[in-house]
């Protein structure tokens, strides 16, 4: 679903993680704005002239494009340390060398009429976000360090570099709504994450029908709970109403009720024939979720 495509080969400008026999482990992820189309941004970073590269580029289509492998310093926000105390970032002060030895990098193609105040694309914002998650989870499984998502931690580069890069990656560039999605992303899997990002890259009805299900699977899991699971029935039991017009059949239960919602959600990411009509039937569990206070 997501289209990430490897175009490292023949890029010369990176690095190692090394400085002084000490290995860094990437623990910041770093935003930018390119200010040129994904084309340019390949063609000058296979540039030996360029001295520069990124980890990753996100291109207003929602293609990504990898330059430099994760276990690689990529050339993209470097200090020397005389400039580390301007940083506004307390990570980069702290950590007091090279940015590059621990942070990756993610350019968003932009340019003077689109995107060069750091606007992006619906696609592109989720593809970004989908980003952020596979970082996340590769840093994880390559050496076991988790990388928080908040401002800590996922940064811009004019926090690094406030004279030389003031803006990047643009004043318009969406950091509140980056935070609060990557909140959600935080307690999801890769896997789970990527199918959110792709029902809400899809469309309004199928982001609401994602949603209805999601909610469900939460009020399932609770059911068991000593503490959780009265309010949990009680909540999947305000869906009766709507029972027959989901095909509901059997004894009403706050299990049931899950299970066939869960069911149908199934059938929809399924592809087949009967889909678009559980895709219909989802959303009368959405409206009746909103209608609740669910949601």
């Not at 030996?48 to 993209?76: C, D, K």
């Not at 350019?107 to 998650?133: A, N, P, R, V």
């Not at 609060?180 to 009805?205: F, K």
């Not at 049931?256 to 219909?280: C, D, F, K, N, P």
């Amino acid at each position: 679903m997501i289209n990430m495509v490897w175009k490292g080969d023949g890029v010369p400008n990176y690095g190692t993680r090394v400085r002084n026999s000490k290995k860094y482990t990437p623990i910041v992820i770093v935003n930018h704005i390119s200010m040129g189309t994904l084309a340019s941004m390949d063609a000058w970073f296979h540039n030996p002239v360029a001295e520069a590269s990124s980890h990753f580029g996100v291109g207003r289509n929602g293609t990504i494009h990898q330059y430099v492998r994760l276990e690689y310093a990529a050339w993209t926000q470097g200090l020397t340390a005389d400039a580390i105390p301007r940083a506004t970032a307390p990570i980069v002060r702290k950590m007091g060398v090279n940015p590059n030895l621990y942070c990756v990098s993610i350019e968003h193609e932009g340019y003077d009429s689109e995107g060069g105040d750091g606007t992006l694309t619906e696609i592109q914002f989720w593809t970004s976000c989908w980003l952020h998650k596979y970082i996340q989870s590769e840093v994880e499984r390559i050496w076991g360090h988790h990388i928080q998502f908040g401002p800590q931690y996922v940064i811009g580069h004019y926090q690094i570099d406030p004279v030389r890069k003031p803006f990047c990656p643009g004043r318009n560039f969406p950091w509140a709504r980056l935070y609060a999605e990557l909140a959600i992303a935080e307690g999801m899997t890769l896997d789970s994450y990527e199918e959110r990002v792709h029902y809400q890259m899809a469309g309004g009805e199928q982001a609401k029908a994602y949603a209805a299900a999601e909610r469900t699977r939460d009020l399932a899991a609770k059911l068991s709970d000593s503490k959780w699971g009265s309010a949990a029935e009680m909540k999947l039991l305000w869906l009766t109403p709507i029972l027959p017009a989901i095909n509901y059949q059997g004894d009403v239960t706050a299990a049931g009720i899950a299970a066939r919602i869960l069911q149908l959600y199934e059938t929809m990411v399924g592809g087949g024939q009967y889909s678009a009509e559980a895709i219909r039937k989802l959303l009368i569990v959405y409206q009746a979720m909103h209608e609740k206070g669910l949601l």
